[in-house]
T-cell receptor
Framework: KQEVTQIPAALSVPEGENLVLNCSFT??????LQWFRQDPGKGLTSLLL?????REQTSGRLNASLDKSSGRSTLYIAASQPGDSATYLC??????????????FGQGTILTVHP | DAGITQSPRHKVTETGTPVTLRCHQT?????MYWYRQDPGHGLRLIHY???????DKGEVSDGYSVSRSKTEDFLLTLESATSSQTSVYFC?????????????FGPGTRLTVL
C-alpha cells in the first residue's frame, strides 16, 4: 500500500526566507507526483505536477523536484511571503498500473510566514 | 478551477438519516472523485467515476454509495449517516486521468452527524 509522509508537519518562518518542504512515498512505481496548496476552509489548488520522467518543475517562486528511486520529492519556496501561508500537500497515484487519477495524499505541512 | 461546485456547503444531520451530497462540474471532465478529509488521516478517496454510470470504490467506501447519470454531476450518498462520517467532503475532477492531468477540487462540504 502506498504511504505518503510529509515533513515537517508545521513550519513557521519570517518573511523572505527560502524554505524546503519534504515528501516521501513508499512505492516508487509512480507516474507522477503533485503538490497542492490548501487555504483554511477551502479546497485544494494544484501547484505543480511532475511526471515520473522529469526531475523537476518550476512555477514562479516554486520549484519541485522528484527522485523516484529514493521515493522523495521536495518543494522549494523562494523568498517566502505572508501570502504563502497555507497547508501544502503532496499526492501520488493510488495503487499501480492505470490508477485513473486516483490519489493518495500526505497529511500536509502547515506553513506560516510572518511579516 | 474546472467550475466545480458542491452542495450543500454545510450540513448538520442526525445519526441514521440518509444524506446526499452533490458535485457539479462545467468543464466536461471525464473523471470525478469523492474524498474525505479528517484530522490525522488527511485526504482519503471514497469513490470515483471514470464515465457516466461507471463508478468504482476507493480506500474508504464502506457506508457510501455514488451515482453518475450525467457527465456534470456526481452524487455521494450516505445511506444511514453515522458520527464517524462527520468530515469535510471534497469533490475533484480530471480531464482524462492521465499522467499529465491536474486534479481540480471543489470548495468542500462540511458534514456534521450528531
Amino acid at each position: 500500500k502506498q504511504e505518503v509522509t510529509q515533513i515537517p508537519a508545521a513550519l513557521s518562518v519570517p518573511e523572505g526566507e527560502n524554505l524546503v518542504l519534504n515528501c516521501s512515498f513508499t512505492d516508487s512505481a509512480i507516474y507522477n507526483l503533485q503538490w497542492f496548496r490548501q487555504d483554511p476552509g477551502k479546497g485544494l489548488t494544484s501547484l505543480l505536477l511532475i511526471q515520473s520522467s522529469q526531475r523537476e518543475q518550476t512555477s514562479g517562486r516554486l520549484n519541485a523536484s522528484l527522485d523516484k528511486s529514493s521515493g522523495r520529492s521536495t518543494l522549494y519556496i523562494a523568498a517566502s511571503q505572508p501570502g504563502d501561508s497555507a497547508t501544502y500537500l503532496c499526492a501520488v497515484p493510488l495503487g499501480g498500473g492505470t490508477s485513473y487519477g486516483k490519489l493518495t495524499f500526505g497529511q500536509g505541512t502547515i506553513l506560516t510566514v510572518h511579516p | 478551477d474546472a467550475g466545480i461546485t458542491q452542495s450543500p456547503r454545510h450540513k448538520v444531520t442526525e445519526t441514521g438519516t440518509p444524506v446526499t451530497l452533490r458535485c457539479h462540474q462545467t468543464e466536461n471532465h471525464r473523471y470525478m472523485y469523492w474524498y474525505r478529509q479528517d484530522p490525522g488521516h488527511g485526504l482519503r478517496l471514497i469513490h470515483y467515476s471514470y464515465g457516466v454510470k461507471d463508478t468504482d470504490k476507493g480506500e474508504v467506501s464502506d457506508g457510501y454509495s455514488v451515482s453518475r447519470s450525467k457527465t456534470e454531476d456526481f452524487l455521494l450518498t450516505l445511506e444511514s449517516a453515522t458520527s464517524s462520517q462527520t468530515s469535510v467532503y471534497f469533490c475533484a475532477t480530471t480531464l482524462g486521468g492521465g499522467t499529465t492531468d491536474t486534479q481540480y477540487f471543489g470548495p468542500g462540504t462540511r458534514l456534521t452527524v450528531l
